[in-house]
């Protein structure tokens, strides 16, 4: 699963090289790391991360540090050259549904508890990771190999994908509410792509008839069409084409059930703003908790110092 998008000449061999030259623009415009996750936003050890070239950023990212640091464009278009993806390894249960989307002519899903796995963020698909496993080396390696399957559908002519969300997708956290903000962001900006839609299910519609469980139907190039679900650790596939009728029709009229694109990213905007509005409320918190900290640290001091008595000179009597 590589990605291939060098523009006249080979892609180049390490992502390190996009970090640092995006820590010399950083430096050269006086922002810490710190700095500059402030104005993206996100979290400083992201910036840190993507300068080390341990961690793979979006071409949104590249776009706006070009915007805040005056590069003239420079981080997009090496962004572009460079092979991110060189050697990637997904669980062998998933293999195939992999080799699937890298060739997909159009894929048709539906999600219930969390987003899909095209559309998450790497710190979503970290926080997601970290549930299960124990070795941040085995989370990193599944985050990149996750965020490889998405450049195709994210690229120019990508194939056509639809993504019906159940709202407790948008309402479940995942990571923390910074987290959740930048994926809510993350749906909103490639919901305007011209090959992707996205729409919501929501929660006060009873009525709806929503399937028991996440699906794809897939439709490859050779016009071979497959039903695919999960089940925990393992993947079902299906190419009984009575089997995949079925299921298109229910999934057709869920889609004519659910908020239309406009309204869903309207939805999605509302949601993002709570949990922006929480992350400033959780950080104002923290920071009066920690002033609260310190003053009572120094009052503990100040009663703990050993007293001196002080030389308070005597009032001079009056000569009789």
């Not at 993507?50 to 706006?64: I, L, M, N, S, Y």
């Not at 599944?142 to 559908?153: E, T």
């Not at 992707?196 to 699906?215: G, N, W």
């Amino acid at each position: 699963m590589s990605r291939r998008n060098a523009e006249g000449g080979a892609a180049a061999s390490t992502a390190a090289v996009f970090g640092e030259v995006l820590k010399h623009f950083r430096e050269a415009a006086l922002l810490t790391q710190e700095g500059l996750a402030r104005e993206l936003p996100c979290d400083r050890s992201h910036v840190a991360r993507v300068e080390a070239g341990t961690r793979v950023p979006q071409d949104t990212f590249a776009k706006r540090c070009d915007e805040l640091l005056g590069t003239g464009g420079v981080l997009a278009r090496l962004w572009g050259r460079i092979d991110w993806y060189p050697q990637v390894e997904h669980p062998d249960w998933f293999d195939r549904r992999a080799r699937m989307d890298a060739e997909a002519a159009a894929v048709r899903a539906y999600q219930t508890q969390v987003m899909p796995g095209l559309l998450q963020t790497a710190d979503y698909a970290t926080a997601l990771f970290a549930r299960r496993l124990a070795k941040s080396d085995d989370v990193a390696e599944r985050v990149r190999a996750r965020l490889s399957r998405q450049q195709r559908f994210y690229a120019d002519g990508g194939p056509f994908y639809l993504v019906v969300l159940d709202e407790i997708c948008l309402r479940h956290v995942v990571g923390s509410p910074t987290v959740m903000r930048n994926q809510c962001a993350r749906l909103l900006h490639v919901g305007r792509l011209p090959n992707i839609r996205i729409q919501i299910v929501p929660l006060d519609r009873p009525d709806i008839d929503r399937p028991d469980t996440s699906l794809s139907l897939i439709e490859l190039p050779d016009g071979h069409r497959w039903v695919y679900s999960e089940s925990l650790d393992r993947g079902h596939f299906n190419d009984d084409p009575a089997i995949f009728e079925r299921h298109s029709r229910t999934y057709d009229v869920l889609r004519a059930d659910a908020l239309s694109a406009p309204e869903s990213s309207a939805l999605i905007s509302d949601v993002m703003e709570r949990y922006e509005r929480h992350g400033r409320a959780r950080a104002e918190r923290g920071y009066l908790d920690q002033e609260q900290l310190q003053r009572s640290e120094r009052r503990r001091l100040h009663r703990d110092s050993p007293r001196y008595p002080r030389h308070r000179p005597r009032p001079r009597q009056q000569e009789p």
